[in-house]
């Protein structure tokens, strides 16, 4: 559990290469104009939001790492033991580290299924769209 409780993944969360496609494109080939309100809001919004908040986090996540470097050994493969366990209980800077990393997530997570919502939205209008 330590492993995953001090890792965030920094990997690219979301793709926006067809919507970038759809641009170079023309975003005018839409004529659904409700239609293209959402992929617009979708990609302009919600996911640029996203893609910058998780940028913001990196220096989070690289001094998490130096903590959890000076306060665990990697066992065999995701695992991690503390080398001092009592004493991390108390750690003042380990806790604020988790704490924060624990709000980070829980936003982060909102905000993801926020976009997952939307993208359903989107995906509804363009199916009807395509069945006319």
Same mark, same amino acid.
Request: positive net charge; aromatic residues 10%; proline residues 2%.
């Given at each position: 559990?330590?492993?995953?409780?001090t890792?965030m993944?920094?990997s690219? %969360?979301l793709?926006?290469?067809?919507?970038?496609?759809?641009?170079?494109a023309?975003?005018e080939?839409?004529?659904?104009k409700?239609?293209?309100?959402?992929?617009? %809001? *979708?990609f302009e919004?919600n996911?640029k939001?996203? &893609?910058?908040?998780?940028k913001?986090? #990196? !220096? /989070? +996540? #690289?001094? /998490?790492? +130096?903590?959890?470097q000076?306060?665990?050994?990697?066992?065999?493969?995701?695992n991690f033991e503390?080398?001092?366990? !009592?004493? /991390?209980l108390i750690d003042?800077?380990? *806790?604020?580290?988790i704490?924060?990393?624990?709000?980070?997530?829980?936003?982060l997570?909102?905000?993801?299924?926020?976009?997952?919502e939307? &993208?359903?939205?989107?995906?509804q *209008?363009?199916?009807?769209e /395509?069945?006319?």
């Amino acid at each position: 559990h330590f492993g995953w409780a001090t890792t965030m993944r920094r990997s690219e %969360l979301l793709s926006e290469v067809g919507y970038e496609s759809l641009k170079n494109a023309g975003l005018e080939i839409v004529q659904n104009k409700q239609l293209k309100k959402y992929i617009v %809001l *979708l990609f302009e919004r919600n996911y640029k939001e996203i &893609t910058s908040k998780v940028k913001q986090l #990196n !220096p /989070l +996540i #690289n001094q /998490l790492l +130096i903590v959890r470097q000076k306060r665990f050994m990697r066992l065999q493969g995701f695992n991690f033991e503390p080398l001092d366990y !009592p004493n /991390l209980l108390i750690d003042r800077q380990f *806790l604020s580290y988790i704490s924060s990393l624990k709000d980070e997530r829980g936003w982060l997570t909102r905000s993801l299924e926020d976009s997952l919502e939307e &993208t359903h939205k989107v995906l509804q *209008l363009l199916k009807e769209e /395509l069945n006319k």
